[in-house]
């Protein structure tokens, strides 16, 4: 993959000085122009760590210029989050944390994308919606496998025993990143990694540096798996509906199989994230419970921002 | 020095309110006789009745009032 196309002041300088790198070092003291600008330069970090870009030296992920403004812009990012979740409804406190949990995710009211895509969708709009969402599907999985080192016992048996799954039990063929690959291919899009990042909207990158941000930071590992946790539970249906949008537009059937097949894994992985992964990880560090919820509404608040972005840009009512 | 704990881990495992995790199976046999493959290592069995994948639940459970879930 190359680097995308600047979207102001920070990419602009930004790009410029990766590509150079490591003759250049990374200008900390430039200013995003805005929040995309900013949001774009993050996701561009964080990539770093994970496959790199053709145009950038391997080395530049461990810049101290690059780790300085990624720490600037991450910072922001979760001040955001956490004033967000500081204004939003209490969660439950039982004591009983998977029910607990499963009830605050339950209660989180959001527009549905999914709904959407079952009933009303066209076609330009379901295939635009996927170029956005291939942003999260090509690294499925990746940002929480950061998390494994940073557990006990029990949780990070459990978490390897629902990331084993999500690689495809040793099946390349069956890795869910793969199979959303041969998805898009199958509807006619281009399934090269990255390759629409230059077209989607602010939210939608920042949804996926909100998981990169939280997988990447030990600080972070119990929000990484209330995220995780809040991810699989509100999956199972509407991967059946997004199935069953696919089926109403005639669009290739590989793709609706690869939804299909997260209707029954995401049963099984809501289970495993709520009680064998964030359960445990209380029972050992009690202090971490608000930090699991926290990481559920990071994911349902960006979700939903999302959501309403998509539907502000295609003109309808959310 | 204290010895490493040994944690009790089930097979199987009945989640309140949700279905019935298996682990480890090799074909499981549904409530018409009929007899369906096991490919992966943990499924998730609906306990529910309500799902449209049985014998996999597929999430319906969570659309049930509370007191209609599964114990």
Known sequence: MLLPEPRGALTSALFAALRTSPRTQVDVCVEPSDLDDATL???VLHELSYRGFDDVDDAAEWDLGALAVRRRLEDDLERRMRERY???????????????????????????????????????QVLELLKWRSIYHLKEADPTAWVIPRLPVRAKAALAELQYDEYGGGNPNQLHQNLFTRGMRAVGLNEKYGRYVGEAPTEFLEMNNALSMLGLHRRLRAAALGHLAAFETTSSEPSRRIAQGLRRLELAEEL?????????????????AVRSICGTLVDDEPDQAEEIFFGAFVCMDMESRAAHAAFARWGVDA | MSEAPIYPHADVEICPGGPMLVRNAGAIRDADGQVHRVDKPIVALCRCQKSARKPWCDGTHKLLPPEKRPQ
Do not use: K
């Not at chain 1, 609706?256 to 495993?272: G, S």
């Open chain 1, 41 to 43: 330069a993050l996701w």
């Open chain 1, 86 to 124: 500081a204004a939003s409804a209490a969660r439950p406190d039982t004591g009983d944390l998977a029910a607990d949990l499963f009830t605050y995710i339950e209660q989180f009211e959001g527009p549905s994308l999914a709904r959407f895509v079952q009933t009303t969708a066209t076609r330009d």
């Open chain 1, 256 to 272: 609706a199989e690869y939804y299909d097949e997260h209707v029954t894994a995401d049963a099984v992985h809501d289970q495993l």
